[in-house]
């Protein structure tokens, strides 16, 4: 064409707009306006010509600009013109140059074409301008489908799916678009089950789906692991080779690694090569969910441009299987690459310092979320209540409550869990009080906090009153916890009897939490009988639960059936039950130092056991005498002292003194239950060093001051 055009001897308008066409049209700009600047005299074809190249290689803002330029040089633009020029704003989503353009159509009186107008209403769709979209599509005379789908398409990505689909309802003729804008909107607006049934009335209408309709509906099959259908639906995409389409493709991947079928995901991923990073979170996701860290971790590093979303969730993936430091480890790497966390990575970094007990990391966390003025929602403010909480530190857990901007029902709850945990039950109650006149409605989180408070205050009346009012007034049906926090309100109380009673009258079959604090109870209170029928139920239930043959071996040793407690030991070893080693931490200078029982592997361990010793024989001074009780083996006393003396708070408290300055607080963390002889000890020693130990084990705090 081109070489017809070089060797014609005339050339007329209609030729130059041809060729300046074509060249336009294959992209090659730079000729096309050679070649356009090079013309004896141009026609509003000409100039609608390039502005056609320029829309279709993506140069909407140069597009527009020459719309200026014709007009300057008095050329009219014509209706062709102005769908290209409207198309071009609603690609930019440039509002006030469309209006302007509207303004334009009106003056050069265009505004009654088909063509023009359906642009003008798909530029105000696209643009968010609603009531105007509205406006002109009432002053149409002719609609196509066209015109009706910019309507239905502005609804339903506005969020007004309902009158999307009345829009649907009433058009007489409707094509694959109209189908599509409406399956789409009830998918991104989370109304999955809605969109697969009108996809599944598209069928019954004889409509042939396209990509995009395949695309919404695979989406839909994911968020609701519906993996049959979806399966289903992916034969029907090889069967008509859509299998290739790049966003189908990332749709499935989300789909198979919802639905936990891996294997099928990463195959797909394999063959696919302009994965997004919806499809790789959802791969990643996947592999989190079904415990493959490592695999996780791979399809997290094959990713160059990470956004924000990536990096949160392979953190919160580290943190929900229990590995904190892996999580913090990459919070780290994450900001030294420059990534500014949101609020829900910062929520989940406190959750991890909560869990792990580092206070210092999480101070640093409040002071970034201070320093880079980030908003203090609701969930990183009640993150980092519970992180203070947790952290021993309930002053600076309560100074965050009373300055965040508003109070919901996580807040008080939040602060209501710290005050039970700390031992302040009275206090809790009153807070719960307090939200009770905001009217303010508690979930059954809130209860679990109530009643532990009761149970720590010693208040059992009061325990019974809320437990009985958390269905009558608030409709809350009791779960396992609640039950089991009721059987620790007796239990403390030396109630083992009521407890045994409300075991009975429970209207559902009580599990291992349960019998677990009646086990327990049984072990405060020495009772072998009701000790042992709970250890029955509850090994029943969980036979590998190394805690309940510890406590039942605990209570025969306490009243001294040694042989008793050496079958229990026997039977754990005969059915391979491993007893979950206790540890304890502390955090100094930014470092986490985790001991042992009888620990050997730190570096300064001479110090610490000679600081034992040291502290063990003044505190003998002060009255202190070793509780023996809780060595589960026929040993002599010496022994037994012995043992005691090496239990792994004992050592991190040591260590804390060596390595921190007169006065200070130390914070220690311990994975099991303390034991009644570390407890005494540590209130001796607090006196003897004049310093504040907080204690957090399984179940609470402890403060010991002087």
């Avoid at 469309?98 to 074409?113: E, T």
């Amino acid at each position: 064409a081109r070489r017809l055009f070089d060797e014609m001897p005339e050339r007329n308008i209609s030729s130059w707009n041809t060729v300046i066409s074509m060249h336009a049209k294959c992209g090659q700009l730079g000729v096309a306006r050679k070649l356009f600047d090079g013309m004896p005299e141009r026609d509003s074809i000409s100039w609608t010509a390039m502005i056609v190249g320029l829309n279709l290689s993506g140069l909407h803002e140069h597009a527009i600009g020459l719309l200026l330029e014709m007009i300057r040089e008095g050329v009219v633009p014509t209706q062709f013109t102005f769908t290209n020029i409207l198309a071009s704003c609603a690609a930019l989503g440039d509002l006030d140059t469309g209006r302007k353009v509207h303004s334009c159509v009106a003056k050069f009186g265009l505004s009654a074409y088909v063509s023009v107008a359906n642009s003008l209403l798909n530029m105000y769709a696209k643009c968010g301008d609603q009531e105007v979209a509205q406006a002109v599509f009432n002053s149409m005379r002719v609609r196509s489908i066209s015109s009706w789908n910019s309507l239905i398409s502005l609804y339903a990505q506005s969020g007004q799916i309902e009158q999307a689909r009345e829009l649907f309802e009433t058009m007489s003729d409707r094509d694959c678009v109209s189908w599509n804008s409406v399956i789409a909107g009830y998918n991104q607006q989370g109304f999955d089950l809605q969109a697969l049934e009108l996809f599944v009335q598209m069928q019954n209408h004889h409509v042939r789906a396209d990509s995009f309709t395949l695309t919404s509906t695979i989406t839909a099959c994911a968020n609701l692991e519906f993996l049959k259908t979806g399966m289903q639906l992916h034969a029907y995409i090889i069967k008509f080779l859509f299998d290739s389409y790049g966003p189908l493709r990332n749709a499935l991947i989300a789909m198979y690694s919802k639905s936990g079928r891996l294997e099928i995901a990463r195959k797909i991923a394999d063959r696919t090569h302009d994965l997004n990073v919806i499809a790789l979170t959802a791969l990643m996701h996947g592999y989190i969910k079904f415990g493959e860290l490592q695999l996780a971790r791979d399809v997290f590093d094959s990713v160059c441009d990470k956004d924000v979303v990536l990096w949160t969730a392979m953190i919160v993936g580290y943190a929900q299987h229990g590995l904190d430091h892996d999580a913090l480890t990459l919070f780290r790497i994450m900001f030294l690459e420059g990534i500014e966390p949101n609020d829900y990575t910062i929520a989940c970094l406190l959750s991890v310092c909560a869990s792990s007990g580092v206070l210092d990391y999480g101070k640093q966390l409040h002071a970034h979320v201070l320093r880079n003025d980030i908003r203090l929602t609701n969930s990183v403010s009640n993150a980092l209540v519970t992180m203070y909480a947790r952290c021993g530190s309930l002053i600076a857990a309560e100074y965050v409550f009373k300055h965040a901007g508003v109070h919901d029902a996580v807040s008080y709850t939040s602060m209501i869990m710290a005050k039970a945990q700390h031992g302040l039950g009275n206090e809790a109650i009153e807070l719960f009080d307090e939200m009770m006149e905001q009217r303010i409605k508690p979930d059954h989180i809130t209860y679990i906090g109530v009643l532990a408070a009761c149970s720590h205050a010693g208040l059992v009346d009061l325990g019974r009153h809320h437990f009985q009012m958390m269905h009558k007034k608030h409709a809350i049906e009791p779960q396992m916890s609640h039950y089991a926090c009721m059987i620790d309100l007796f239990g403390r109380a030396g109630l083992l009897k009521e407890a045994d009673e409300f075991i009975r009258s429970m209207p559902v079959e009580p599990d291992v939490v349960v019998w677990g604090a009646l086990l327990s109870a049984c072990r405060i209170h020495n009772n072998v009988v009701l000790a042992r029928r709970a250890a029955e139920k509850l090994l029943a239930i969980e036979p590998e639960n190394s805690g309940a043959y510890a406590v039942i071996a605990n209570v025969y040793a306490s009243y001294g059936e040694w042989q008793e407690a050496a079958e229990i030991r026997k039977i754990m070893k005969d059915r391979k039950v491993k007893k979950e080693p206790g540890c304890s931490w502390i955090q100094i200078k930014k470092k986490v130092h985790v001991f042992g029982v009888q620990d050997s592997f730190h570096p300064l361990r001479e110090q610490i056991y000679a600081m034992v010793s040291k502290l063990c024989c003044q505190v003998r001074e002060l009255g202190y005498q070793p509780d023996t009780s809780s060595v589960l083996h026929d040993l002599e006393e010496e022994l037994k002292e012995q043992l005691l003396s090496h239990h792994s708070e004992k050592l991190a408290v040591a260590f804390g003194l060596i390595s921190t300055a007169d006065g200070s607080t130390l914070r220690i963390m311990k994975n099991l239950r303390v034991c009644n002889d570390c407890h005494a000890w540590f209130k001796f020693v607090s006196r003897l060093v004049q310093r504040e130990i907080v204690l957090r084990d399984a179940n609470r705090f402890h403060h010991f001051k002087n």
